[in-house]
């Protein structure tokens, strides 16, 4: 005889969590951002001051921005390395075209996020309705970006109206705006992404296109979306960044587009199975700044960090394709 | 019975570079009742339906629903005009839970563009529950059996509550048990007033639980009759044109001396202890249900697989298999069954992948001899007799049976001492069938040997000199050539299932 099944399987709060250490395919970066808090602190007394952690926290928001943008992109089966361009263009439009007026604030800012959209547009266009390659289309119209940028704005200048500084620099009770921002951001994309129907058919087209497609879903309008959502980021964390920096740099995205991708693919995201999630980013991002903010305290050169970054994403990489084989084995 | 079917396809063709796999194919089916497909492998029925589902796109022919006439571009459309489809590839995410699986492109609504999940959940467990299958709306496909992921996709069929729902080989994963309740399934089904299409290769399954038979052949329609009118005879010489084959296919030599042997041959916790031998001269089967390990040990045999114990010798030789490339030294050569991914280069030629794993042979400095590169693969492609003969044809315009050829073709020309077939005839036509099976014949016959698995026990009876049963990784029986029996051949496949039964047996 076989056994009856209950009406309603109850999970227990146990099994729960023990089903998501097993399905969360960002635990080990969260494990890895805890460990490597704990060590700081310890050898390092400086590192657990309050201030020094808020400050690493705002230095994050912008690979925060920028990894969450990509997200989009990675979990929707490409990569989008226009990131760094549209940051770079983003932070010259800013300094630029902003004069020191709300309206012209509004309105620059606002123009500033569709023109991110609209290359994240273009970018989608051209990969589902061309059918290209993403990391090679995305890396070609990334360094036309940089040159639009750099036409425009060959050495770093500009000025971002102070007030527009102050506006997205500031704090509310303590907390720091931009802080709140990147939460507010992640929490937004974590719900679109995990549990929309829209977020659950984008990472279906990641995982395998021609079964999304038979399942009656629109791939290329998708994937566009996708792509919209990874070019508004982008644009976002570009116009965080011009207020952080004061000014327009065309070079400023330079090492987004690379560092966007380890933050995501150390947190867990892979490129064709439809797993990941933002959360997983958000860390992912973390656990570079920290990482660059252990080096200077320690005096290592930004050289070795760019060694560094570089080896953390062939780590991540290789550890997620390890990974997936010791599932598929078992 | 009303005067016009609800569903009518008419004068259907559909084209692909260098093959014409539909022409001019009427079908019908009407609501309430169970319309069967059938064909030999490579007759078109997968296309048609996939025609109908707006996987693909027609190049003449329309398609009405309900006397009007429709456009099917996208299988969403198909979905909403109430026609759901499994197809015969599995379609399901690995990544996703069961019921993100069965409501995948449809699923229910909560606020702000969520999905609901609790009703998702309720309704994905009604419909399990419908196809009789234990698992749970919240496992991750990944973890599921084969046989449960072939029953996720039918309670995803149902999902969508549709007039018309087609099913291309919905057994292939089934054992005996659940055929019968998914047969009992349909009657269900079609009673409540839907129109099913079934295809299955299982004749006994056809005419158990539908009304009319439809049998394609080559693309065509050959007949469209109501099932009470058949006989099976009948509908298998409609399939195949012929008489069909049952006439075994003997050796002219008798088996000579060992030239592959296996001792103890293990591979992790796919097989474990398998001893067996092929001697000059033979065909050997290897069968068992689905996942038993048969199709492992080729798997590990072509360098695959890692051999985790035991012992090969080929021609009395111990060899070691790490890699493809140590087991084509060896001697041996393994025709996959997934030819397109594993035995081909599909976007290039017939010239190329001939040549591929022979190249060292006709080098001269690290260039390749052009010239005799050419005359070797042009003898082959003519003894092979592949269509066309054309050397410059990329393999992935050739048909099934021209493709299965061409991997054939590239391990002669290493002349290899055994070569190891899965499925030997997977998606070929009939006439190429009886051709490969005679070139199989053909390197037993010149002294070589061949190890085969394949799930068409038919062919395992007019071919095998020895048949080898596998169970759970362990060859638990064998059969002479000469006792070759369906009914025994099943019963040692199915037998040790049962294992308390038969232990029951024994006591006298």
């Not at chain 1, 829209?198 to 990472?203: P, T």
């Not at chain 2, 299965?404 to 190891?420: E, G, T």
């Not at chain 2, 006439?431 to 010149?446: C, F, H, N, P, S």
Request: overall charge positive.
């Amino acid at each position: 005889m076989k056994a009856k099944r209950p009406a309603v399987r109850v999970h227990s709060r146990g099994e729960r969590f023990r089903r998501w250490l097993r399905r969360d395919p960002a635990v080990p970066i969260y494990l890895i951002v805890l460990v490597t808090l704990a060590v700081a602190s310890l050898v390092a007394p400086t590192f657990r001051q309050p201030v020094n952690l808020v400050n690493v926290l705002v230095q994050s928001v912008a690979l925060g921005l920028a990894g969450t943008a990509q997200t989009f992109a990675i979990l929707a089966g490409d990569v989008d390395l226009t990131v760094g361009g549209i940051i770079s263009l983003a932070t010259v439009a800013a300094a630029k075209a902003m004069a020191d007026t709300p309206q012209s604030m509004f309105l620059v800012s606002a123009l500033i996020l569709l023109g991110g959209g609209v290359l994240g547009l273009i970018n989608g266009f051209i990969i589902s309705r061309v059918k290209v390659e993403s990391m090679i289309i995305t890396l070609a119209i990334n360094a036309a970006l940089f040159g639009v940028a750099l036409h425009f704005m060959p050495y770093p200048s500009g000025m971002v109206p102070y007030r527009f500084m102050t506006a997205v620099t500031g704090q509310v009770g303590g907390v720091p705006l931009p802080v709140l921002g990147w939460g507010i951001i992640v929490v937004a994309s974590w719900y679109v992404l995990n549990r929309t129907r829209f977020g659950v058919h984008l990472r279906a087209v990641g995982a395998d296109p021609e079964v999304a497609f038979r399942a009656g879903i629109k791939v290329e309008r998708v994937k566009m979306a996708a792509h919209t959502a990874t070019g508004l980021l982008a644009a976002l964390a570009g116009l965080f960044l011009a207020a952080r920096m004061g000014s327009g740099d065309a070079t400023a995205g330079g090492t987004f587009g690379l560092d966007s991708m380890t933050a995501t693919i150390a947190g867990g995201a892979n490129f064709s199975s439809g797993v990941g999630n933002v959360t997983g980013t958000a860390a992912g991002a973390f656990l570079i700044v920290v990482l660059g903010n252990i080096f200077n305290q320690m005096g290592i050169s930004t050289y070795y960090q760019t060694l560094f970054k570089g080896a953390l994403l062939v780590m991540a990489v290789a550890g997620g394709a390890i990974r997936k084989r010791w599932q598929e084995k078992k | 019975m009303t005067a016009s079917p609800f569903l009518e396809m008419k004068g259907i063709t559909k084209r692909f570079p260098g093959v014409v796999a539909l022409q001019e194919v009427d079908f019908a089916c009407r609501l309430g009742s169970v319309h069967a497909l059938v064909g030999e492998n490579g007759a078109g029925k997968s296309t048609l339906i996939k025609v109908l589902g707006g996987v693909y796109q027609p190049d003449a022919g329309e398609i009405r629903l309900d006397g009007r006439a429709v456009q099917i571009n996208h299988p969403d459309r198909a979905a909403r005009l109430g026609i759901s489809v499994i197809h015969q590839e599995l379609n399901l995410i690995p990544a996703f839970t069961v019921a993100q699986n069965i409501f995948l492109g449809h699923e229910p609504r909560g606020p702000l563009g969520s999905v609901d999940r609790r009703r998702a959940e309720e309704e994905a467990r009604r419909l399990l529950d419908l196809v009789g299958v234990e698992v749970d709306p919240d496992d991750l496909v990944s973890e599921l059996s084969l046989a449960q992921k072939q029953m996720v996709e039918i309670a995803r069929a149902l999902s969508r509550d549709s007039k018309v729902i087609v099913m291309d080989e919905p057994t292939a994963a089934l054992n005996g048990n659940e055929v019968r309740k998914l047969l009992e399934l349909i009657r269900q089904l079609a009673q409540q007033g839907r129109g099913i299409i079934f295809i299955s290769h299982r004749l006994e399954e056809v005419f158990e639980v539908s009304q009319e038979i439809t049998v394609l052949r080559d693309g065509r329609v050959v007949a469209t009759r109501p099932a009470a009118e058949c006989s099976m005879e009948l509908v298998v010489r409609l399939m195949t044109g012929k008489e069909h084959a049952t006439f075994r296919i003997p050796g002219r030599r008798p088996p000579g001396k060992a030239i592959l042997e296996l001792r103890a041959f293990s591979s992790g916790r796919y097989f474990q202890g398998v001893n067996l031998c092929v001697r000059e001269g033979e065909i050997v089967g290897l069968i068992g249900l689905e996942g038993q390990g048969q199709r492992e040990v080729l798997r590990a045999l072509s360098g695959a697989l890692p051999i985790t114990g035991g012992q090969v010798l080929v021609d009395g030789r111990p060899c070691k298999i790490a890699a493809p490339r140590d087991a084509i030294r060896s001697g041996l050569a393994f025709v996959p069954e997934e030819r397109k991914s594993e035995g081909l280069c599909l976007v290039r030629d017939v010239l190329e992948n001939i040549a591929l794993p022979t190249l060292r042979e006709r080098q001269l400095g690290g260039f390749v001899r052009r010239r005799e590169e050419r005359r070797v693969v042009r003898r082959l492609v003519e003894m092979l007799r592949i269509q066309p003969p054309s050397l410059a044809q990329r393999t992935h315009n050739l048909s099934g049976g021209n493709q299965q050829k061409v991997v054939i073709a590239k391990w002669l020309a290493a002349r290899p001492r055994v070569l190891l077939f899965s499925e030997p005839t997977r998606g070929v036509d009939v006439g190429a069938k009886e051709e490969i099976y005679q070139l199989m014949r053909q390197v037993t016959d010149q002294g070589g040997g061949v190890l085969m698995v394949s799930g068409d026990l038919g062919e395992v009876m007019r071919l095998c000199d020895r048949v080898l049963v596998m169970f759970e990784g362990r060859v638990v029986k064998e059969f002479p050539g000469d006792r070759l029996e369906r009914q025994a051949l099943m019963a040692a496949q199915w037998g040790m299932m049962r294992p308390r039964e038969e232990g029951a047996a024994d006591v006298p």
